[in-house]
Structure formats: structure tokens, C-alpha cells
């Protein structure tokens, strides 16, 4: 997988370059993006409304630049969303390794402490038979025929005892090879988990990367396609731009963004959504797939559209989509926390990456994106990496959910 991993990062950086040597030149009077083309300005369009020629041609130039905006979009997303699936089945890996050795090592713990009180016992055994002399026996039977009767009682006795103490023996070797056994599982699986988390880790990274060029490229088309509609409209209409034409194309370009403060806050934490939950955290039967599946957080169910918020401050380390988990923000809590939040409407994401936010800030819309059979958030909390159940830590934190 990693070997794929880095194949497809050398592919993704050429074509960026590629990219990057189609798109130089200038927007306006403005700094040009990272994804746009030549644009014309709105002197460019007085002045061809002038002439029936050139305004037809000024016409197909704009089509032009909105069509390869759009598509610069499109592809970048398309990456983003490839990168987003690899990391998340690379993430999922890891999960379920990491479970399989914990389980591992549990059993192993568990062989290992029988093995030792079956040694106990077989130890207690050898020294009672020590103890019984039994041994000498069967020569004391022949020099003391007066005392038959009781030395064959002792022989008897002492055989039993030794055919215990072979039992036990018996099973305290098959109880230290069982947790040798279970052992050598547990370590080949935690190797095999480390190796996936180093794979998760990578494939993060790329998700992260096209994500940002998919953010970039949406930033530019946000920035440059309703100022190039609002001329397209001039040309076509034939009429002069007006105040008001110019207005809408500016407020259209930087648009007006506004954050609420809201959710339940209790000691730095805040609920992310309210609703019930509707799958726990841990092994379930998938609801599409139908197959056992470790789920790695829990999902609480509730209507499309309603405000998400930051469970608590950070900073966004991904913001786009992820696989199955459709569009999904993870934020930063430092000291190696992380929540994370999944099946975010299309559209729905209110944050971009690196930005910092605040504990109870809607970050996000509900919606059902990826793998998802209904409108629900998909939570997760993660510490080091290794996933946890949201509910009680969030209850530990003085939070009702669900």
C-alpha cells in the first residue's frame, strides 16, 4: 500500500505543477489564486460592448474561464475524494488491528497467569510426593513383609499423587505454550498495527494535501465565477454595468461569512448535536454492507441541515471528504486529541483547514453523505490516534449525549 501511496503523490504533484504553469497571470487589479486563468476586466467588457465582434468573442473568452474554472474544481475534488477513501480504508486497518492486538495481548495475560498457577499447583504436588517417601517403598515392602498391609496402602496412595502431579504437569506445559502461543500473536499483530498506522498516517497526509487543492480551487471559483457571470450578463443583455451589478459581483466574491456560538458548554466541552444515538461504538453488523465491522465511533441521529458545533477548541487539521465517511472536519485538541466529525451535508462544512475554533462554534451542517443510510452525525474521539467511545468520555466530562 505504500508503495501505491507514494505512486500516487508523485502523480498528484506533476499534475499540480502541470497546473500550476497553465495559470500564471493576473485577476483584475487583485492578487491572481492559486487556480485562476486570465480573466477579463470589467474595462475589457465597456469596452467590447462597443463592438458587436468583439463582444461575441469576449462572450466565448468568459464561457471559457467560467468552464475551466468549474472543471479545475471538479478534478481537484475528484483527487480529494479518491486520497479521502485510501485514508479512510487505511484508517479503518489500523482500527481493527489495533483492537485484534489489544484482544491479543489480553488472552495472552489471561494463559499466561493460568500457566502459572498450574506450575504452582504441579510444584505443590512433587513436594508431597517428596514428602510420602514414595520412592522407597516397594523395597520397604520386601525387607518388612510384617508391614505389608500398610506399606501398600502408602504405594497406593503415593501413585495417585503422582498421577496428579503428571496431570498437572501436563497442563501447565499446554497452558505456558498456549500464552507463548497467544504471545507471539499478540507481537506479530502489533507490528502489523504499527505498519498500518504509519499507512494511515501517509494516506492522511495525501487526503489532507488534494484536500487543500480542492480548497483552493473551490476559493478561486468562489472568488472569480460570479464576477465573470456578472459580465457575461452585461455582454449578452447588451446593456451598460451598473452600480448594482457591481455590487453583487463584489459581495458574491467575498461573501459574508458569520460563526455561531452555540451547543451545551460544560468545562471546555460542548455537545456537538443533539438527537439519539442510533449505533454505538464498537463491533456491529455494517447497515449497508452487512458484513461484522469495527465502528469506530458512534453515530447520533437527527435531522439534515442542523448546526454542528466544535466539541472543543482546536484547530481544523481536515476538512473535506473521506471516503465512506462522506464530508468530514477533524480538529486538533493538542496533547494528541482529536475529534472528529462525519456524513457532513454537501456544502454543509463551515471551517477550512488550519483555521482555529472555538469549543460550541458550528462548524458543520448534519447531513448523510458517504456511507450513510440517514441524516445522523458520526462523532469520533481519538487519543494518540486510537479511537475511544465518545459517550463516556463526554459523559466523564460532565455532558449528557444521546
Not at 476538512?319 to 494528541?336: D, K, L, M, P, T
Request: aromatic fraction near 6%; glycine fraction near 10%; charge should be negative.
Amino acid at each position: 500500500m505504500q508503495t501505491e501511496i507514494r505512486r500516487r503523490v508523485r502523480g498528484f504533484i506533476a499534475a499540480a505543477a502541470a497546473v500550476a504553469l497553465l495559470v500564471t497571470g493576473s485577476v483584475a487589479a487583485t492578487e491572481r489564486p492559486a487556480y485562476a486563468v486570465d480573466y477579463p476586466s470589467w474595462n475589457d467588457v465597456v469596452e467590447a460592448r462597443r463592438d458587436v465582434a468583439a463582444a461575441q468573442a469576449k462572450i466565448k473568452e468568459i464561457k471559457a474561464a467560467i468552464a475551466s474554472i468549474t472543471a479545475e474544481v471538479e478534478r481537484t475534488q475528484a483527487i480529494a475524494e479518491e486520497k479521502g477513501a485510501v485514508y479512510f480504508e487505511a484508517q479503518q486497518a489500523f482500527d481493527e488491528a489495533a483492537y485484534t492486538a489489544d484482544q491479543l495481548q489480553a488472552q495472552a495475560d489471561d494463559a499466561q497467569a493460568r500457566a502459572d498457577e498450574s506450575r504452582s499447583r504441579a510444584g505443590q504436588f512433587v513436594a508431597e510426593l517428596a514428602r510420602t517417601g514414595g520412592g522407597d517403598l516397594s523395597a520397604s515392602l520386601f525387607t518388612n513383609p510384617g508391614q505389608a498391609d500398610e506399606l501398600l496402602s502408602r504405594l497406593g496412595f503415593a501413585s495417585k499423587i503422582t498421577e496428579q502431579a503428571e496431570g498437572i504437569y501436563a497442563a501447565a506445559l499446554q497452558d505456558q505454550n498456549a500464552a507463548q502461543s497467544l504471545t507471539d500473536q499478540a507481537n506479530v499483530a502489533k507490528q502489523i498495527r504499527d505498519e498500518l498506522r504509519a499507512e494511515a498516517q501517509a494516506a492522511y497526509e495525501e487526503a489532507q494535501a488534494a484536500a487543500l487543492e480542492a480548497q483552493a480551487a473551490l476559493t478561486a471559483q468562489q472568488e472569480n465565477q460570479a464576477r465573470l457571470e456578472a459580465q457575461l450578463a452585461v455582454l449578452v443583455e447588451n446593456r451598460e454595468a451598473t452600480e448594482a451589478d457591481y455590487a453583487a459581483g463584489i459581495a458574491a466574491q467575498y461573501g459574508s461569512g458569520s460563526s455561531l456560538d452555540a451547543g451545551q458548554i460544560v468545562n471546555g466541552w460542548a455537545v456537538p448535536v443533539s438527537g439519539y444515538i442510533s449505533s454505538p461504538y464498537g463491533y456491529r453488523v455494517h447497515p449497508i454492507s452487512g458484513r461484522v465491522a469495527f465502528h469506530s465511533g458512534t453515530d447520533i441521529a437527527t435531522s439534515c441541515g442542523r448546526p454542528m458545533f466544535a466539541a472543543s477548541s482546536g484547530t481544523v487539521e481536515y476538512a473535506g471528504w473521506n471516503g465512506s465517511y462522506g464530508y468530514f472536519v477533524r480538529i486538533n485538541h493538542g496533547g494528541g486529541l482529536t475529534t472528529a466529525y462525519g456524513h457532513i451535508q454537501e456544502g454543509g462544512i463551515l471551517v477550512q483547514m488550519g483555521q482555529p475554533v472555538a469549543v460550541g462554534q458550528q462548524i458543520a451542517r448534519v447531513g448523510t453523505t458517504g456511507n450513510s443510510t440517514g441524516c445522523h452525525l458520526h462523532l469520533e474521539i481519538r487519543q494518540n490516534g486510537s479511537s475511544t467511545d465518545p459517550i463516556p468520555y463526554l459523559r466523564n466530562k460532565g455532558l449528557s449525549v444521546g
